[in-house]
């Protein structure tokens, strides 16, 4: 968290404050592990650099540059990107501060990382940087026969494989859980044991959630909520108020109303109906 739904829904954010085309005057680094380790080499390389684009990649905010280069940001755990005016209050929990500029307009693109894990690091080649991230889910690449070359063979519990990045992008706890009970797949499952219909349903599936994501603008948990929260937007994310098993412990089941039950699967806290995901043997 945030996952996919989180990265695409700040960079429209991001584009809608009309980042692209501004210059970036200044910079502050608060956390220099954040940026790599050394801030004068970052601050360097972006100051006087106008944006000529933002993307993204898996879960990378890539902000590109006009010389070429870029900045990829990673919000991890509980990082947020936005802009803010430049006398609007800190939290105190701002990283990184791009003071961006255009002749009608200006202010501050604010790395908003409470738990330091965030990373925003310049690449000269931001290609190459995130050669390593697997297929987008929302691609006319991805479908059902790419994830069945992808899990022929493969003896991974299915969720371990969902969550590599390297193998499919983009998807994290919240949205593999939701993916896998939307296509009543057990996630200790061997990846290679689905069925050419388990597939099918699992294919449809991660796009659904995704889609649906992004359609209510991410999803915003944990005390407050307000771990995806745009500072100035009327409407907030919401998805959580559409998950059908992530974080519903106890709850009964939208589809046939069995309790959802807390596992641990690959590590990681998983939740699933045990009645609509059963795994035999």
Known sequence: MPELPEVHTTIEDLKAHGVVGMTITAVEVYW??????????????????????????????IIELDSGAAILAHLRMSGRLYVSEVDAPRSGYERVILFVARPDQSG??????????????W????????AHVGIEPLSPAFGASSLATILTGRTRRLKALLLDQTIIAGLGNIYT???????GLHPSRPAGSLSPEEVDALATAIRAVLTRGITNLGTSLGSGASNFIFPGKEVQAHNQEDLRVFQRTGSPC??????????????????????CQRHEG
Not at 108 to 121: A, C, D, Q, S, Y
Not at 123 to 130: F, G, I, N, R
């Open 123 to 130: 690449a000269a080649d931001p290609d190459l940087a995130v």
């Open 32 to 61: 220099e592990r954040t940026v790599g380790g050394n801030a004068e080499a970052f601050t360097e390389a972006v100051t006087d650099r106008s944006i000529s684009g933002v993307r993204r990649r898996g879960k990378y905010i």
């Open 108 to 121: 501050e693109l604010r790395f908003h990382v409470p738990r330091k894990f965030g990373r925003m690091i």
């Open 254 to 275: 939208r589809r046939c109303g069995t309790p959802i039950q807390r596992i641990i699967v690959a590590q990681r806290s998983t939740h699933i109906c045990p009645a």
């Open 177 to 183: 859980d939701e993916a896998l009970w939307d296509a």
